[in-house]
T-cell receptor, first 112, second 114 residues
Framework: QKEVEQDPGPLSVPEGAIVSLNCTYS??????FMWYRQYSRKGPELLMY????GNKEDGRFTAQVDKSSKYISLFIRDSQPSDSATYLC????????????FGPGTRLSVLP | DAMVIQNPRYQVTQFGKPVTLSCSQT?????MYWYQQKSSQAPKLLFH???????NEADTPDNFQSRRPNTSFCFLDIRSPGLGDAAMYLC?????????????FGPGTRLTVT
């Protein structure tokens, strides 16, 4: 079993749809949970992070962490063509970047 | 603007011919990382520096070396590139203890091996 698993996609949705992206993990020591967005031919950029369990909302984006199930999600409301990118979940044990691991990423296409 | 810069953006080298990729940062971050990313895969950490302390990942091939002459610059040397080393190479920085969960990435160097 890989340490972090993520549906690879690709995922295609119409503009305005609600998108759900998910990751599962095996290491219960992970405390910091991140979502990075990577546009084609660019480096990843941090979209959101969550410490421990709970929800966090930022505009059209909501991150959820369920540590008991070792499951994290990113929801995108009112998706836009500009949201088309690869979304990578990432996790680390502490705030020093120990055991920082990326998921394989899900490629999302939002069609106009 | 503070940023992470990688040069060149595209590099073509021949099988077995040494190549060096460079990264510079204006963020003054302590930690610098090198990742290898192949198509449709997660970035794979090769090594990182905490200041001048070098940390090699256990499965990073000996073919890959790195140098960090100062806080701002970091180099990735591939001594004898093979066809399997063709990939995107990403440099990143972070500030441990102040949000190391946020890594700042450069645009990457796409390496082609012929």
């Amino acid at each position: 079993q890989k340490e972090v698993e993520q549906d690879p996609g690709p995922l295609s949705v119409p503009e305005g749809a609600i998108v759900s992206l998910n990751c599962t993990y095996s290491n219960s020591a992970f405390q910091y949970f991140m979502w990075y967005r990577q546009y084609s031919r660019k480096g990843p950029e941090l979209l959101m992070y969550t410490y421990s369990s709970g929800n966090k909302e930022d505009g059209r984006f909501t991150a959820q962490v369920d540590k008991s199930s070792k499951y994290i999600s990113l929801f995108i409301r009112d998706s836009q063509p500009s949201d088309s990118a690869t979304y990578l979940c990432a996790m680390s044990v502490d705030n020093y970047g120990q055991n920082f691991v990326f998921g394989p990423g899900t490629r999302l296409s939002v069609l106009p | 603007d503070a940023m992470v810069i990688q040069n060149p953006r595209y590099q073509v080298t021949q099988f077995g011919k040494p190549v060096t990729l460079s990264c510079s940062q204006t963020l003054n971050h302590n930690v610098m990382y090198w990742y290898q990313q192949k198509s449709s895969q997660a970035p794979k950490l090769l090594f990182h520096y905490y200041d001048k302390d070098f940390n090699n990942e256990a499965d990073t091939p000996d073919n890959f070396q790195s140098r960090r002459p100062n806080t701002s610059f970091c180099f990735l040397d591939i001594r004898s590139p093979g066809l399997g080393d063709a990939a995107m190479y990403l440099c990143a920085t972070s500030r441990p203890g102040q949000g190391a969960y946020e890594q700042y990435f450069g645009p990457g160097t796409r390496l082609t091996v012929t």
